[in-house]
Every structure is written in structure tokens, then in C-alpha cells.
């Protein structure tokens, strides 16, 4: 819940915002313009089942299949020290490239601490 009121404070209603990694799109219930991308067909599928109203993808996000500043923002929940950790620091520095090649603002929501966020 943290991380959604800090999503609703910072993204306005107009914006274009992809989900990477969005797991099982929670986040498709405070964002008007949303797609959510998941690297786990099981994720999207369910995230399909239960927001059906919502666009959601099966993507890797090291090859988004979005053009450039396709999203005014592009969020990730939980994701980077997760991918640091099982990948290493530089595969996250890899990712984050491509993220915000596809994104003009990046959000990174960190989920040891719900209160605290990232924008790049």
C-alpha cells in the first residue's frame, strides 16, 4: 500500500506508465495509462485474469519491445536489488539503460523499505 500511495502522489492521471516487472500488476488498479511487462508468462496471465481491464506483456526488460520515450514514466517495485543480487550490478546497470530508453523518469520502489524510492 505504501508503494502505491507513493505512485498516486508522483504520477498524474495523463501519464503513460509501463510496469516492468510488474509481477501481478497491483499497480494497474491507481494508473489510468498502464501496461504492465513481466518476464513470467504465470505472472501475466494471472495479472490478466484479474485486471482484465489492463494491458499486460510478456517482455524481457533487458529488450523492451517499446520505441524510445515510448512511457512519461516506468516504475519497478522490489526489482533492482533483486537483480543486483542474482545478476550483479552490472546487469542492473544494463537493465537501467534500457529502461529509460523506453522511459523519460524511471521510479525504483525498494521493497525492504516501502517508504523509499528512487527517481532517475
Not at 519491445?65 to 550490478?89: A, R
Not at 522511459?103 to 523509499?116: A, F, T, V
Amino acid at each position: 500500500n505504501k508503494h502505491q500511495d507513493i505512485v498516486k502522489k508522483l504520477i498524474l492521471d495523463n501519464k503513460n506508465v509501463l510496469d516492468a516487472g510488474c509481477g501481478l500488476g497491483q499497480f494497474s488498479q491507481v494508473i489510468k495509462n498502464y501496461i504492465g511487462v513481466d518476464i513470467s508468462p504465470e505472472f501475466i496471465r494471472i495479472a490478466q485474469q484479474r485486471y482484465h481491464r489492463s494491458k499486460f506483456l510478456v517482455a524481457d526488460l533487458n529488450k523492451l519491445p517499446f520505441e524510445d520515450n515510448s512511457f512519461d514514466w516506468v516504475i519497478l517495485s522490489s526489482i533492482k536489488e533483486m537483480i543486483i543480487n542474482n545478476d550483479g550490478k552490472e546487469a542492473w546497470n544494463e537493465m537501467q539503460v534500457e529502461l529509460k530508453r523506453v522511459g523519460k523518469r524511471l521510479l525504483i520502489l525498494d521493497y525492504p523499505n516501502p517508504e523509499q524510492y528512487e527517481i532517475c
